[in-house]
């Protein structure tokens, strides 16, 4: 490896570290490091692979931080798994046949109404009120674990949010719902890396350091969002959310030549 190529690394294992400290507490690692992997000049089908598998190690140790604070609801969890992860296989075989711009609009908008959402709604996710789940509540997150690990596979921009958006809408609190999000996460994460090796995808000369750099900012990351507690973990929610909006707005003026 020459010169340019360790200081290229160098600038992956910072850029891995930042991006999995916030992504273990409220998602969105993928706006720093899937950039900073296209910055390298590999193609968009390496650089989204490689990131795969840097952000798998990241989500299994945020997902075993809080699995052993015991911040996360294993029995509904484990329900959901097999669905996150069929949905996730299914996004990355199909992910050619659905229109990036559909997805996109449909991104933004979403977005948009889960911040105000949380915004105005002042006691959302500040005390858990999850007792047990209703069949209407199965249904609904059942459906949500499916629909999100197949958007993940084809996309996944924001699936963190809306998946700790989902956890509060059942009762949980800001520090819980990204301790059950973050193990859905990973199933589905785990799911499409499989899928990106298998078509050679991933670069693991940069894939590997960095997702050892995840692994420490994913430690560091959800230990923080654990002991700070949900007043943290929600202004970082809606941080991260406003940024995801304003990627997408920039992204779909550029494409329609207005920057």
């Known amino acids: 490896m020459d010169e340019f190529n360790l200081g290229m690394l160098a600038f992956l294992i910072i850029c891995g570290f930042a991006a999995a400290f916030i992504d273990s507490a409220v998602g969105g690692g993928g706006l720093i490091s899937i950039p900073a992997l296209l910055f390298t000049g590999l193609p968009p089908s390496i650089a989204l692979g490689t990131n795969k598998l840097a952000a798998t190690m990241g989500s299994l140790t945020s997902t075993i931080s809080f699995l052993s604070s015991g911040k996360v609801n294993k029995k509904i969890v484990l329900k959901l798994l097999p669905l996150s992860i ?52 199965m249904i609904f997150i059942a459906s949500t674990a499916f629909i999100l690990g197949f958007y993940d596979g084809v996309l996944g921009a924001g699936v963190g949010s809306f998946l700790i958006f989902s956890f509060l809408f059942l009762g949980f609190d800001f520090v819980e719902a990204a301790g059950n999000a973050k193990a859905l996460n990973f199933s589905s994460n785990i799911t499409s890396l499989i899928i990106f090796i298998i078509f050679g995808s991933v670069n693991f000369q940069y894939g590997i350091p960095m997702g050892i750099a995840m692994v420490l900012g994913a430690f560091v990351g959800s230990k923080m969002a654990i002991k700070t507690g949900v007043a943290y973990v ?21 494409k329609i030549h207005i920057f």
């Open 86 to 137: 069929i949905g996730s296989a299914i996004g990355v075989y199909v992910v050619h046949l659905i229109p990036a711009d559909f997805l996109n609009k449909l991104v933004l908008i979403m977005l948009i109404l889960v911040t105000v959402y949380t915004i105005f709604k002042k006691d959302w996710g500040v005390k858990s009120k999850f007792k047990k789940l209703s069949t209407k509540m």
């Open 234 to 254: 929600k202004v970082l929610f809606i941080a991260i959310t406003v940024v995801l909006i304003g990627k997408n707005i920039w992204t779909y003026m550029h």
